[in-house]
């Protein structure tokens, strides 16, 4: 158990509608991030943050903003949901060396979201 | 821009043998990392091996080891003696080291266990 929790677990909402995930560590790692996974592709990695402030984008960042304001919580925002980020949405946290050879990801739980 | 390939979409393996998960790798950088993850029914990911580029042996993790060629690209998750409870999604991905550690990932490959 990497002490990553994730909230809500599940969701419901309409588009156009802002929705917000969190992404809650225990343990005060410094990179954290967000991925999406949809049928037929593994996950892809929305946002990334290397501490506090600071944040990165990743392979499919549009329509998504990012926001670490403490080092144990990583939010994701959808500013106007669409049907096309109907998903299941990952947080991860790197555990190991900031940079390092041997950093493993550990995953949250999962948020699915979907909009109708 | 790294690239992970799994061209098993799925498989079936009798309990109690091994099975080979596919997983080839492109990429640039001479310094990366390899990973496995399992993701069953119930959705959650799990960590299983990694192996480091600059690694001169294969990663062994329990019943998984990774079966690592470095100039064939390919980075093979080997599971011995299958067991019912490894029915589950694996996936194969990769770490790139100069941008923020983000792991790329393969489209997985769907294991099933026969009794």
């Known amino acids: 158990d990497a002490g990553i929790t994730q909230s809500p677990r599940h969701k419901v909402t309409e588009t156009g509608t802002p929705v917000t995930l969190r992404c809650h560590q225990t343990?005060?790692?410094?990179?954290m991030y967000w991925y999406r996974q949809d049928p037929g592709h593994g996950l892809r990695l929305i946002h990334y943050?290397?501490?506090?402030?600071?944040?990165d984008k990743g392979e499919v960042s549009d329509g998504y903003s990012v926001s670490r304001s403490k080092t144990e919580d990583f939010l994701l925002t959808l500013e106007s949901a669409t049907s096309s980020q109907t998903s299941v949405y990952f947080c991860?946290?790197?555990?190991?060396?900031?940079?390092?050879?041997?950093?493993?990801?550990?995953f949250g739980p999962g948020t699915r979201l979907t909009v109708l | 821009a790294q690239k992970i390939t799994q061209t098993q979409p799925g498989m079936f393996v009798q309990e109690k043998e091994a099975v080979t998960l596919d997983c080839t790798y492109d990429t640039s950088d001479q310094s990366y990392g390899l990973f496995w993850y399992k993701q069953p029914s119930s959705g959650e990911m799990i960590f299983l091996i990694y192996?480091?580029?600059?690694?001169?042996q294969n990663a062994t993790e329990g019943r998984y080891s990774l079966n690592f060629q470095k100039a064939r690209k390919s980075a093979n998750l080997v599971i011995s003696a299958s067991q019912l409870g490894d029915s589950a999604m694996y996936f194969c991905a990769m770490r790139a080291f100069n941008a923020g550690n983000m792991l790329t990932f393969g489209g997985g490959t769907r294991l099933m266990v026969k009794p």
């Open positions: 192996q480091g580029s600059y690694d001169e």
């Open positions: 991860a946290i790197s555990v190991g060396s900031d940079v390092g050879n041997t950093d493993t990801q550990y």
């Open positions: 943050s290397y501490g506090v402030k600071d944040t």
């Open positions: 343990e005060n790692h410094r990179y």
